[in-house]
């Protein structure tokens, strides 16, 4: 097996070292989908060098390569520059990210802390003629706060967009000087309802006096006032979309100056009666914790990139021009900006190393599922040749057809629902036998499990976690010796959001589709993606947990009655013995653990530990 590379060590170890909370901060930071909002810009054009005024380690940097941009990156640490430059040779950002050029430190003149290097125009006139190709490159100065525009706007002609991720590095008015045409900003509003702590799914409400405080006396910080700020500094109209739920910890991507992608409200958001309230009253804009902003000062009313995507391929397929167009846009947590249409669409265009592997990983394995699942159909899927503004660009994305329902897990408080749901579900998975029933082999053994233990137990980074590993995996092979077990087509991580179902009225519950196949496994163990979808759906419960949901279905007996009855219909199709439920039970956290560290980028720190308890010995 490979070493990993140095990137992937120096992100481990570091979140491994980190406090818990600021190692969930670290994981947001590096999601490369917080690129997503980008595609709501205009196609890079010109020269398409971009300025990033942030953390070079950033995912957004990697994101913006991949959708076109040349990169450079200022931020004044120089360890975050030795990460970025490593992780972009060692993903192979390229074709996206090639050398470009370097602002470095300058310890010749005490008056500014950082100038364009000598070798910046020989290093530009190397790059390759690729269209697509770009390089995030870092820029270093000796202090943060020291000012950095002075210097800089001897290479304003070089950044065609300027993108402030951390404000209190550049203003806006600076920005707006060192670009000749976009000018960018993620920030928060004032007047934010809830904020994140910076940590995954951790939000908090702001409180009634707070608000009042912030609606008094914090004048500049809200969306109207952003907007005008940004005005005076382009002389142009800005442009806003809200980072939803919050800059820190976003999924969705809403433009608050188009019709869409817009916000999507489910059956769960519903009941929140007050904050439906509040979106009816055109409250949202106002109100929403975190935002994005751009303004262009040579074109305001170019097409965003989104519409050139897709116009590109509707003409491609034939199909009438502005038939699709944005209705949802998520980024997802597997750093890819997932775009739905009302017209029946679902596109997808990765920004990160590992998503791209994911996105053409479900593209082919939506060819060879079998036909008993129902699955989306393959539209296009390969590099599209765009031509914004004169400019060449060249994207990979795929294209497949949309359910018109929505995840299951907008079911969990229709009990009726989930259970019509959950019959159908297992009544459909039973069906993708692939493999005649027969006695376990050692060899069995070794496919079904011994090479998963070895791929968790790798990077579990914990003694006792490895130890109880090897314990568990010699108990499962006494336990299957003998069982007479087959093999069925797996999707591997069908989790709630992955099974789409009519979400309301008298066909609620109606199974729709199953979607997102990147970890397919034509060959897997029979009960894996039932139990895992009870799991997931038990875990996201409210004062639930992966661990408690997994402890708890231990033993059959804690099954809920549509729970056992699914369970008991799929065991009685496919033939299985009562032992295999205690062995799928057992060996759910590392079959589960298996599959993420596969399509993970990097290993999170003694999440095998942390999630189920696995070698911790004291109780909570």
């Known amino acids: 097996m490979d070493a990993p590379p140095k990137w992937r060590l120096y992100l481990e170890s570091l979140m491994l070292e980190a406090l818990p909370q600021d190692a969930e901060h670290l994981a947001q930071l590096w999601r490369e989908s917080r690129a997503a909002w980008l595609i709501l810009l205009p196609a890079p054009s010109a020269s398409r060098r971009l300025l990033l005024i942030g953390d070079a380690r950033s995912g957004t940097a990697a994101g913006a ?30 074709p ?57 706007c001897q290479a304003s002609q070089r950044f065609d967009c300027v993108l402030v991720e951390d404000p209190s590095a550049l203003s806006i008015e600076d920005a707006a000087q060192l670009s000749q045409d976009l000018v960018a900003q993620t920030t928060d509003n004032s007047l934010a309802y809830k904020r ?20 008094l006396f914090e004048r500049k910080g809200h969306l109207a006032a952003q907007r005008r700020r940004l005005n005076a500094a382009t002389h142009k109209r800005a442009r806003a979309a809200a980072l939803y739920p919050d800059r820190r910890d976003f999924a969705l991507v809403i433009d608050l100056d188009q019709d ?17 309230l509040g979106h009816k009253l055109g409250l949202f804009p106002h109100l929403t914790p975190s935002f994005a902003l751009w303004s262009s000062k040579q074109n305001s009313a170019a097409p965003r990139l989104v519409d050139d995507v897709l116009r590109a391929l509707e003409v491609l397929l034939k199909i009438a021009p502005g038939t699709h167009t944005p209705e949802h846009l998520v980024a997802t947590r597997g750093n890819t900006a997932l775009v739905t249409t009302a017209a029946g669409w679902v596109l997808r265009i990765p920004l990160g190393h590992c998503a791209k592997a994911a996105v053409k990983s479900n593209a082919k ?5 079998p036909t008993a699942a129902p699955t989306a159909t393959l539209l296009f899927a390969g590099v599209l040749e765009l031509n914004a503004g004169g400019t060449p660009l060249a994207l990979f994305v795929t294209i497949e057809t949309r359910f018109p329902g929505l995840g299951a897990g907008q079911l969990a408080s229709n009990q009726r629902a989930t259970a019509r749901l959950l019959a159908q579900l297992g009544a459909t998975l039973a069906k993708l036998e692939s493999r005649a029933p027969a006695p376990m082999t050692a060899t069995d053994f070794t496919e079904l499990f011994s090479g998963r233990f070895q791929a968790v ?9 490895a130890a109880a590993l090897d314990s568990l995996e010699a108990n499962l092979k006494d336990l299957t010796t003998g069982l007479t077990i087959g093999r069925v087509a797996t999707h591997r991580d069908l989790r709630p959001k992955h099974v789409i179902a009519t979400p309301t009225g008298p066909n609620a519950g109606q199974l729709l589709g199953l979607v997102d196949w990147a970890c397919f496994d034509p060959e897997g163990p029979p009960l894996y993606d039932l139990f895992h979808f009870i799991a997931q759906e038990r875990a996201s419960r409210p004062g639930s947990s992966s661990r408690t949901a997994w402890l708890t279905l231990q033993d059959r007996k804690n099954l809920e009655p549509h729970e056992r009855t699914a ?17 799928i039970a057992r060996a759910y956290p590392i079959l589960f ?14 999440w095998l530990r942390r999630l189920f308890g696995i070698g911790v010995t004291d109780p909570e």
């Not at 991949?66 to 390229?94: C, I, S």
């Not at 370097?102 to 020989?122: L, M, Y």
């Not at 000796?142 to 210097?151: E, L, R």
């Not at 653990?593 to 003694?606: F, T, V």
């Open 65 to 94: 390569a991949r959708l076109g941009w040349h990169v450079t990156v200022l931020d004044p640490n120089e360890e975050h520059g030795t990460f970025a430059k490593e992780r972009d040779q060692a993903t192979q950002t390229t």
């Open 96 to 152: 996206h990210l090639k050398a470009l050029q370097h602002i470095e430190s300058s310890s010749q003149n005490k008056n500014t802390n950082i100038e364009v290097s000598s070798g910046a125009e020989s290093t530009s006139s190397q790059e390759p003629q690729d269209p697509n190709t770009g390089r995030s490159s870092v820029a270093e100065s000796p202090s943060a706060a020291a000012p950095v525009a002075g210097p800089l």
């Open 196 to 215: 994140s702590s910076g940590a995954r799914a951790d939000f908090r409400t702001t409180r009634p006096l707070a608000f009042l405080r912030c609606l």
């Open 260 to 276: 869409g992608p817009g916000l999507l409200i489910g059956p769960m958001e519903r009941k929140n009666h007050l904050k439906i």
């Open 365 to 369: 394995n939506l060819k060879s599922i």
């Open 457 to 465: 137990r790798e990077r579990c980074a914990h003694p006792d976690t």
């Open 567 to 583: 369970i008991e219909t799929y065991e009685s199709e496919l033939h299985l013995p009562p032992e295999w439920y205690e062995v």
């Open 593 to 606: 653990g298996a599959m993420a560290e596969e399509h993970w980028d990097y290993s999170r720190p003694r």
